[in-house]
């Protein structure tokens, strides 16, 4: 007898035991890591290389000629928008790619700049760096700056009625790296006609009052008296 309940007894444990020690229920499984949907990376852009001048594209015209934009391999990535900006008209044209390169054509003696967007098979993205670089046009020894950046006032801000003085603010950058001077215009029309300051400086202050909206731009100029025009940024002081 005593036998027989050892024998039930050790049955009872091996089930036990084996029935702990399968294999998991389908609701224990972990999800496969690989069907998700990870986030992409932003990618490393390589060229045209920043603040610089472009001589390596092909001729097409005597106006046109065609880049190769390049950039690293970003990760967990199914396709990549490329932005590219004409500086003097500030017009963007976007281009898609399942590489990290892409063949486009622009204008000559014209300076852009450039992004690139990452895209997953979802909803997520990753914005590389913005770089500027200057299209080669016909043999020249120099090179007008990259028009000013407004930096603050944002553009459309929305100013509190206590503001009477704030700093316009900006940058300037240029392949020759020859800026001297940056002429500020300012005032209540559009386009801004009214020389505010001429300063070798990022900022300047102005004076405001409430109830106005107020328009402003910057002309970059260099040692060899080359001009650039930044866009038109409007502000309100309420």
């Known amino acids: 007898m005593k036998n027989s309940l050892k024998y039930i007894f050790g049955s009872f444990v091996l089930c036990l035991f084996i029935f702990n020690c399968g294999g998991n229920s389908d609701d224990d499984v972990d999800p496969d890591p690989d069907n998700e949907v990870k ?6 852009l390589t060229f045209p290389e920043e603040n610089s001048e472009c001589t390596e594209g092909s001729s097409l015209t005597s106006t046109e000629s065609t880049i190769l934009f390049n950039w690293n391999d970003a990760q967990n990535v199914t396709s990549y928008q ?9 017009t963007t044209t976007n281009y898609t790619s399942s590489v990290s390169e892409k063949s486009v054509a622009i204008l000559r003696g014209t300076p852009y700049s450039w992004y690139v967007v990452s895209k997953n098979s979802g909803t997520e993205t990753a914005q590389s760096n913005t770089w500027k670089f200057y299209n080669a046009g016909e043999a020249t020894s120099s090179y007008a700056p990259f028009p000013a950046e407004l930096v603050s006032p944002a553009l459309s801000a929305s100013l509190a009625a206590s503001t ?19 002429e500020v215009l300012f005032g209540n029309v559009n386009p801004p006609t009214q020389a505010q300051a ?19 731009r910057v002309i970059t100029k260099d040692v060899n008296n080359n001009t650039s025009e930044s866009q038109v940024f409007e502000f309100t002081v309420q």
């Open 82 to 90: 490329l932005f590219v900006k004409n500086l003097d008209t500030q």
């Open 164 to 182: 009477v003085n704030l700093s316009l603010e900006w940058l300037g950058e240029d392949v020759d790296n020859d800026i001297t001077e940056y």
């Open 198 to 216: 001429t300063t070798s400086s990022n900022n300047v202050s102005v004076t405001v009052s409430s109830g106005n909206t107020y328009f402003w």
């Open 39 to 44: 986030t992409p990376t932003a990618a490393t």
